[in-house]
C-alpha cells in the first residue's frame, strides 16, 4: 500500500510540475512557409479568396473527403465564411477578414479548443515570379494542454502549409 501512494504521489507532483512548467512555454506562436509561383498576383490568390476553392488544394481536404463544409453567400469577400464539421480534421470556421491585390487575411476558429487564429497569404514579386508566404499566429491562451501542444505547432501545421503551397502551385500554374 506505501509503495501505492509513493507512485500516486510521485505522478501527482509530476502532473504539478508540468502544469507549472506550461506557464513558462510560450503563449504566443507563428507558423510560416512560403513557395515562389511563375504567375501573378490575382491568379495566386484568387484560390485563396474564395473559400470554396480551397477544396481544390487544401491538405485537410485531401486527407478527409468527407468534411462537411458550410459556406457564406458570397464565399468570397470580407466577412465571407467557411465552417467545417470532420471527425479526422476537426471542427472550425475561416473568415475572411480582410483582402487587399497581394493579400488575404482570415480569422480561423476552433471551438472544440476554444483557440483562434489569424492567417496571412501575402504576396511579393521575387525573381521572376512571386513568393506567396502563408502565416498562421495565435494566442494559446492560459490552457496548458495548448501551450504543450504549441511546441508542436510549427512541426505539424507546417508540414500541412508546405503540401498546400506545392498544391496550390500545381493548381495555379497549369
Keep these: 500500500m506505501k509503495i501505492l501512494l509513493k507512485i500516486l504521489a510521485g505522478l501527482a507532483a509530476l502532473l504539478v510540475l508540468l502544469v507549472v512548467v506550461a506557464f513558462f512555454l510560450p503563449r504566443q506562436y507563428r507558423v510560416e512557409r512560403s513557395l515562389v509561383f511563375k ?6 490568390l484568387a484560390p485563396c479568396a474564395d473559400l470554396r476553392e480551397w ?3 487544401g491538405v ?3 486527407r478527409d ?5 458550410t459556406y457564406s453567400t458570397p464565399p468570397t469577400g470580407v466577412g465571407s465564411w467557411c465552417a467545417w464539421e470532420s471527425k479526422q480534421e476537426g471542427n472550425g470556421k ?5 483582402l487587399a ?29 512571386f513568393r506567396l508566404t502563408w ?4 494566442d494559446l491562451g492560459l490552457n496548458p494542454m495548448n501551450r504543450w501542444f504549441g511546441l508542436f505547432l510549427n512541426k505539424l501545421i507546417g508540414k500541412d502549409f508546405e503540401s498546400g503551397l ?3 502551385k500545381k493548381l495555379v500554374e497549369k
Excluded at 135 to 138: A, L
Design 166 to 168: 506545392a498544391n496550390l
Design 101 to 129: 491585390p497581394t493579400k488575404v487575411t482570415y480569422q480561423l476558429e476552433f471551438p472544440d479548443f476554444g483557440m483562434k487564429s489569424t492567417g496571412v497569404m501575402v504576396v511579393t514579386p521575387e525573381g521572376d515570379g
Design 39 to 44: 504567375a501573378q498576383p490575382a491568379a495566386i
Design 94 to 98: 475561416m473568415t475572411i477578414i480582410s
Design 55 to 57: 477544396r481544390a488544394w
Design 60 to 62: 485537410w481536404y485531401q
Design 135 to 138: 502565416s498562421d499566429e495565435g
Design 65 to 69: 473527403p468527407q468534411i462537411k463544409a
